[in-house]
């Protein structure tokens, strides 16, 4: 009878110390969400106050990415509070396309560059790229299924009376900066795109957090 009444205690005390620990992991689990939510009403109130409404610019083809890479780090992004603008998420009918994106440049502190087979194909990914170097953005490349060295324009391209000279040299440029900065390769046929996406994460947030250490850093200075 002993024994029994042992183990039944030892029966409850074990219960109660399992729903303790689910109280404390729900507990955190809705803390956690209570922080993105908080995060996302900010920056609705700063969206209103007229302060930048994106941190990263995502620069990307979409017939190759949009439904692979470019998607999925929108979302990994709005998962850690950062704010992506992605063409289809984040333009409305009736917008503008170069006023729009031209905005969304503008407002942004990095950008992550998708490379893939038909980026050439789009002037308007080219336009962007060249946009974003001239703008001294913080630029992150994702070469998806090419290899740095495949950033150069097409012959085709460049003699094509469809673009200016000038704009050639532009998006010549571009490319060229892209080309020797340190980025990410992903090949679809032996890459793991979630390790892509959270490595390409993993660089926004260290690039944007650096850049909140100057400004805070020239901030004190200033008031000195």
Request: hydrophobic letters at 40%.
């Amino acid at each position: 009878m002993a024994s029994t009444g042992v183990s039944r205690r030892s029966s409850i005390m074990a219960s109660r110390l399992s729903a303790s620990a689910e109280a404390v992991r729900a507990s955190e689990g809705r803390k956690q969400r209570h922080a993105v939510v908080a995060r996302r009403v900010e920056y609705d109130e700063e969206s209103l106050a007229g302060e930048p409404q994106y941190d990263v610019f995502i620069n990307h083809r979409g017939v190759d990415t949009k439904r692979t890479v470019a998607r999925l780090l929108y979302d990994r992004l709005a998962q850690s509070g950062i704010r992506g603008f992605l063409d289809n998420m984040s333009m409305r009918p009736g917008d503008r396309l170069k006023e729009t994106i031209s905005a969304g440049i503008r407002e942004c502190s990095v950008a992550v560059a998708i490379f893939s087979p038909s980026y050439f194909d789009s002037e308007y990914c080219l336009w962007e790229l060249a946009t974003l170097v001239e703008s001294r953005k913080t630029i992150i490349p994702i070469f998806y299924n090419i290899k740095p060295s495949d950033l150069v324009l097409p012959e085709a391209l460049a003699a094509s009376d469809d673009y200016l000279p000038q704009d050639v040299e532009r998006y010549k440029y571009a490319l060229r900066e892209a080309k020797n900065t340190v980025g990410l390769t992903y090949d679809s046929a032996t890459g793991d795109i979630a390790e892509l996406v959270s490595a390409a994460t993993d660089a926004v947030l260290y690039h944007i957090e650096k850049m909140e250490r100057v400004q805070r850093r020239e901030t004190i200075v200033s008031r000195l």
